[in-house]
């Protein structure tokens, strides 16, 4: 397959005019044939990576079955993800191990999004910040039951979220940084504790500003440290609910290159309003809010390519946007040799996109999807 006359995303998030060619799976290069086909000026931009949602579709990834996993993959590449790191909730060591094996037994039909790997959010965060998580089963940082859970999944672990202020987090940092990438999350965390945490080898903030204190001008607290840490990503929801349009602006600006935007979809997402449920706790979804009972944000019921383009309309540039859920994911959880741009050799995740961002086509690892 052979096209030509497209605006074709660059890794540093700019566009170039030119050509794809694709041989079975894979991006041959960017020469295209005699008789390549006109795409009339769309967007070419690689498939999409979340690392960090929960559900949709009426099904969450914690119901730990295949029959869940393969509708939420069903339903990601549908809308422009070509590749899922779903997330885990709160729940005892033998939930956390029937999901992991579930996980690692499971494998992506040609219309799926490719399992590329698992995001452990909870137990090892703080009461107080634990959001729309189940406190019943919260635990201390513990570096060998992270590893017992992650033996079960074949390593599919890519992400484990964690409170830096909690006893033994340092400690569970600086063993697990080596295996697996460490993120804040749900945590009371200071200036100070949060570089402490970076220092020691945490490299991701999960959905900046959510769960955790304020930036202010004199305790500028976990935003403050991932902001001096220049190794460190962001994660951001730009669902158009977590996070004002302004502060959104403010987050690319002062994380150029190290946002990574996520949808935190919930099984609601794809579906009409109603009560549904995460991590075993009811959740009340309006349009684009999805709450708990006492009010408590309980994740989105948005997927990620709408969330790029909820992002582009409060002023994100278009490549910003596409590198932050493509390019930034997939160096984040180490899958860039095949995901994250539209260079020769990696995976023929390609979507065209029209000027209002409409999906035009889908080709998913070298297949276009109906």
Partial sequence: MSCWNLRV??????????????SDDRI????VSADAVDMGGLYAVPGLVDLHFHGCMGRDFCDGTAEAISTLAAYQAQNGVAAICPATMTYPEEKLTQIAQAAAAWSAEPHEAAL???????????????GAQNAAYLHAPDAAMFRRVQEKAHGLFKLCDLAPELPGAMQTIEELSGEVRISLAHTEADYDTACEAFRRGARQVTHLFNAMPPFSHRAPGV???????????????????????SVVRAVFTLFSGRVILISDSMMATGLEDGEYSLGGQAVTVRGNLATLHDGTIA???????????????MGVPLGQAIR???????????????????????LANVLLLDEELNIHTILLRGRMLG
């Fill in 9 to 22: 995303y660059q890794p540093d998030g700019t566009f170039k005019t030119g050509g794809l060619s694709i």
């Fill in 223 to 245: 935003i403050g440290a991932a902001f001096d840490s220049e190794n460190v990503a962001v994660e951001l929801i730009a669902d158009g609910v977590h996070i004002h349009p």
């Fill in 116 to 130: 590329v790997g698992i995001n452990m959010e909870g137990p090892f965060i703080s009461e107080k910040k634990k």
């Fill in 324 to 346: 932050s859920a493509s390019t930034n994911p997939a160096r984040a959880i180490g899958i860039e040799h095949d995901y994250g741009s539209l260079e020769p050799g990696k």
């Fill in 28 to 31: 041959a290069s960017a020469e």
């Fill in 299 to 313: 994740g989105s019921a948005t997927n990620l390519m709408d969330c790029v383009r909820s992002a582009v309309k």
